[in-house]
């Protein structure tokens, strides 16, 4: 099982950013997927999770700004997050769960300045 996030970086408040997950090894098209983020002296926080076959779960903390969805036809999965806010500082991963805990990748930072 590979996960490889990327599309991380540092955005003004208000500004978005797209995250990607690759995947591969295992058979990405029958698996709930979940993003997950870790701020500096936080736990994990699970943020968002959708499944193969429609259920889609959002934290109130990122409902209405985050948009979670997948290419089956790429095994990748996508988080795209607007009106970002400096309180969403963490590094995210992707996680091969419905949930926060199961295989995951090294992550991709996010850095929102005020």
């Known amino acids: 099982v590979q996960l490889v996030e990327s599309g991380g970086g540092l955005v003004h408040a208000g500004g978005s950013l797209t995250l990607s997950c690759k995947t591969s090894g295992f058979t990405f098209s029958t698996s709930a997927m979940s993003w997950v983020r870790q701020a500096p002296g936080k736990d994990l926080d699970w943020i968002s999770g959708?499944?193969?076959?429609?259920?889609?779960f959002y934290d109130n903390a990122v409902k209405g700004r985050f948009n979670i969805s997948r290419d089956n036809a790429e095994s990748t999965l996508y988080l795209q997050m607007n009106n970002l806010k400096p309180a969403d500082t963490a590094t995210y991963f992707c996680?091969?769960?419905?949930?926060?805990?199961?295989?995951r990748g090294q992550g991709t930072q996010v850095i929102v300045s005020s």
């Open positions: 996680v091969k769960s419905w949930g926060p805990y199961g295989p």
């Open positions: 959708i499944t193969s076959y429609g259920p889609i």
